[in-house]
């Protein structure tokens, strides 16, 4: 809102005019030319300037017939393209939006970090992303995540940017409660969120029960050890209080077995997490498979016997191609 007020003003129009843009803006607008409250001139004169309005257009879309999932491949204008997911559950809707144009991280089973990273996405397009979804369903956002293509701790200051644009109650006014952030554990900038955002969930992608089995699927834990990630977790959860979520997708063969169910438990029992259990996505032209039922069940009830609280992800838009990356690998640009 400062920044627009400045180029306002810095246009010679009053500052209030400021607060009518960026109420259009949260409200989805595509174009200037639908701000039927802000003057003609003014519009006229942002164009003019090289201003524009940056929501990305739909590349390709997939729609589940099972259960309404909508998973779009975005374009933005210089023709870097990211991957948004919306999801329809009891609580409300929510949206998996991607914080950067591929991924640096290398976790070898993971569609979005196959060609490297192109570049990060900056705050307005991350909430561009929320806001073509939301005129593309018709239907409320009540929920974000950041669990798209790339690490968000690697793009901290566009992201905490986003983070305040979409709580600002001059715009969408989204409660920072009903927004989760998930990182593969960049350990340093953990503590400055827990800082910044205690209210934001955080979700760390642990995918492992030790540290051996860990640096074998993502790179990230030979920079950032695993006992070191778990201590930064635990002090998280005693900074803020709330309680940690760790993502673990279940590999078959790989991390899925009762000792590994025995060996995760053993770290997090008696403090704030939860384990969200993903029975993988399988992506094209990796070899990982996704963990058998029986298997599943088995580790989930190990947790539970332990004490750690647990939960299977509800697959959904398991007919189209959910896992994170595939849709932008499909449709490589020509
Ligand atoms: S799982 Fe997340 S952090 Fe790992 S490569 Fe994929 S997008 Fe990056």
């Not at 174009?31 to 300037?49: Q, Y």
Request: charged share 25%; hydrophobic share 40%.
């Amino acid at each position: 809102m400062a920044e627009l007020a400045d180029i306002v003003t810095g246009l010679g129009e009053k500052k209030f005019r400021a607060k009518q843009i960026f109420g259009w803006l949260a409200r989805g607008a595509a174009s200037f030319d639908e701000m039927n409250n802000v003057p003609l001139k003014l519009r006229e004169a942002l164009a003019s300037e090289g201003y524009y309005i940056g929501q990305p257009e739909v590349v390709t879309e997939q729609i589940s017939a099972a259960d309404g999932t909508r998973k779009c491949l975005y374009e933005f204008r210089d023709g870097a393209r990211v991957e948004s997911v919306f999801m329809k559950y009891s609580y409300g809707n929510s949206i998996c939006i991607s914080s950067q144009v591929g991924c640096l991280m290398g976790c070898t089973f993971c569609a979005s970090t196959m060609d490297g990273k192109m570049r990060d996405l900056t705050g307005g397009e991350m909430l561009g992303e929320v806001l073509r979804m939301k005129r593309l369903t018709g239907e409320d956002i009540n929920h974000v995540v950041i669990m798209g293509m790339g690490e968000p701790f690697d793009n901290y200051d566009e992201v905490a940017r986003f983070l305040r644009l979409i709580n600002d109650p001059a715009g969408v006014g989204l409660s920072l409660r009903n927004i989760t952030v998930s990182t593969c554990g960049i350990i340093p900038m953990i503590a400055r969120f827990a800082e910044d955002f205690p209210q934001v969930n955080l979700a760390v992608s642990l995918h492992a029960p030790d540290g051996d089995k860990r640096m074998r699927t993502m790179p990230v834990a030979r920079k950032y050890g695993y006992d070191e990630l778990i201590e930064a977790c635990r002090a998280y959860t005693e900074k803020t209080h709330r309680r940690i979520t760790f993502e673990y997708a279940l590999i078959r063969d790989v991390n899925d077995s009762e000792a590994d169910a025995r060996s995760l438990a053993h770290r997090l029992r008696g403090w704030l997490t939860h384990v969200n259990l993903i029975p993988l996505n399988e992506v094209k032209g990796r070899e990982y498979k996704t963990a058998e039922g029986a298997r599943v069940s088995a580790f989930r009830k190990v947790l539970e016997d332990s004490g750690v609280a647990v939960t299977v992800r509800r697959t959904l838009g398991s007919d189209i191609d959910a896992a994170c990356g595939q849709l932008r690998a499909d449709n490589k640009r020509g």
